[in-house]
């Protein structure tokens, strides 16, 4: 096995044991997008790590993650050496955020510098919000958290859309794909933030308010979809936001969340439509 087959499988192997929410739709990807897409998520992946490490000092976090930015920015490329020696000191770190430098090798040479500059962004974002121990005031400061941590996500992948066939998307839209996902998960786990002292709603905003931001989000989602005609990459998108949509009606109807059958069988629903 050569070393970049072995390498895609490692990569597809972190995606399952990282991603809950995106690693059935990737792996549903054909093999080119499916190796991109895949690795770009590790990317984020290993600076959300970071951002959300339960025991990591606060200056240690914003320390790595805009360092990390500086090193995904160079226009030399990303260095192996320089990361690896930046976080040698923190062995707490998951396997994931220690091997970036394996993700963006995994990414195709003419989308990589897209996936790292995404990365960087989201990095520093992250960094800034780590130092406001992510207290959310106002809806601007939510807007501006979610499109860092999900935003992005949508922006990055729309640029993976293009070069990969040329499909036009509104990069707003896209956007607001990220922040209905970010908004869904926010409610989900709006109990266990508050016991870590964090808060995402803003000042004045109830549960209900809460709530209609992540369906006017969900609707640009929606929105997004209609720009989408590669059958393959309308699949990817659907499932993601088809869960949100069911986990957030099963909240309105009092459950924590969707049963793990009602998942699979979203899932197999849309695999038929799109058959």
């Known amino acids: 096995m050569s070393t970049e087959v072995k390498l895609q499988k490692e990569a597809m192997h972190m995606l399952k044991l990282t991603s809950r929410t995106f690693y059935i739709p990737i792996k549903l990807l054909k093999s080119k997008l499916r190796k991109t897409v895949g690795a770009a998520y590790l990317c984020m992946r290993a600076i959300d790590e970071i951002e959300d490490h339960e025991t990591m000092q606060k200056e240690t976090k914003t320390h790595l993650l ?140 109830t549960r209900a308010d809460m709530f209609d931001y992540a369906r006017d989000n969900l609707a640009k989602a929606d929105k997004y979809m209609e720009d989408l005609e590669t059958k393959n990459i309308v699949l990817f ?22 049963t793990r059958t009602e998942v699979e069988n979203t899932v197999d629903e849309i695999l038929k439509e799109e058959a």
């Open 66 to 205: 805009r360092k990390t930015a500086k090193l995904l920015r160079s226009e030399k490329g990303f260095d192996r050496e320089a990361y690896e020696a930046l976080i040698k000191p923190y062995e707490e770190l998951p396997e994931v955020t220690q091997r970036l430098a394996d993700w963006i090798d995994v990414c195709p040479a003419e989308i990589t510098r897209k996936v790292m500059e995404a990365t960087s962004i989201m990095a520093d974002g992250m960094a800034k919000w780590v130092e406001k121990d992510f207290i959310v005031t106002t809806k601007e400061e939510l807007d501006e958290y979610t499109y860092f941590v999900a935003g992005l996500v949508g922006v990055m992948l729309s640029d993976i859309w293009k070069w990969y066939d040329g499909t036009e998307t509104d990069y707003d839209l896209a956007i607001g794909y990220g922040r209905g996902l970010q908004a869904v998960n926010m409610l989900r786990n709006q109990d266990e933030d508050a016991d870590r002292g964090v808060r995402f709603i803003p000042d004045g905003w």
């Open 237 to 258: 998108c659907r499932i993601p936001l088809a869960l949100a949509k069911k986990t957030l009606k099963a909240m309105d109807d009092g459950h924590e969340k969707m």
